[in-house]
């Protein structure tokens, strides 16, 4: 099993008229064959499925990808829950490039992301 680095840059919006390189996520995930997330392979590596949140001039921030009985979202303390940043539906999506998926951010708005890039972890990534 592989996990993948994905990569997702904020899509269109009235903020980011023009979506923003500068803005976005990179996480570790395993996916399955036809992009989807693949929980079984999750559970055995959830350790290793990291996110770095990167915002313009903002520091970045380090976190986990987890999974809950609401879906799955990015977590960067696990002692609290006010800044858990949930998926919309993620399980229902595929991840591929080009394709769109939706997270809540700390500030309480749901935003688009694009998929730009998947591509197998580096052994590095994933130590």
């Not at 989807?36 to 949140?53: E, F, G, I, S, Y």
């Not at 960067?76 to 949930?86: I, L, N």
């Not at 951010?105 to 992301?113: C, K, L």
Request: overall charge negative.
């Amino acid at each position: 099993m592989t996990l993948m680095r994905i990569r997702l840059e904020v899509a269109r919006t009235g903020e980011f008229p023009n979506g923003s390189s500068r803005h976005g996520y990179e996480f570790l995930a395993p996916l399955t064959e036809d992009g989807h997330m693949d929980m079984d392979a999750w559970q055995h590596v959830r350790d290793k499925c990291t996110v770095l949140r990167f915002w313009g001039d903002a520091p970045e921030e380090f976190g986990c990808l987890r999974h809950t009985g609401h879906g799955w979202r990015f977590d960067y303390d696990a002692s609290v829950s006010t800044d858990d940043e949930p998926f919309f539906k993620l399980d229902q999506h595929r991840i591929t490039p080009g394709a769109y998926l939706s997270i809540r951010e700390h500030d309480g708005v749901q935003r688009p992301f694009k998929v730009i890039e998947i591509e197998p972890a580096a052994e590095a990534d994933v130590a």
